[in-house]
């Protein structure tokens, strides 16, 4: 079996965003829909419905991101204590 990066889509409230994105780019999410639904088209998910988790999952293991955001956090926990 092949091992997604993409394995539970969670059912959150979600927060509307509008994108465009190329066709080429649809025809991969619709693919990969099919392949995370074991190779079967029928009630694949749709591109729409894997968006979200791909990108949670890009920016979960964007180490960089983590460390820089670990120190913007810091460097606001410095300022609100220096202002007390």
Do not use: C
């Amino acid at each position: 079996m092949t091992r997604l990066k993409l394995s539970d889509i969670s059912d959150e409230k979600p927060v509307r965003l509008s994108i465009e994105i190329p066709a080429r780019l649809h025809r991969r999410l619709v693919d990969y829909g099919i392949v995370l639904n074991g190779g079967v088209a029928k009630d694949a998910p749709q591109p729409a419905a894997l968006v979200a988790p791909m990108i949670e999952r890009f920016i979960a293991g964007d180490r960089e991101f983590a460390k820089a955001r670990r120190r913007v956090a810091g460097r606001g926990a410095e300022q609100g204590s220096r202002q007390s």
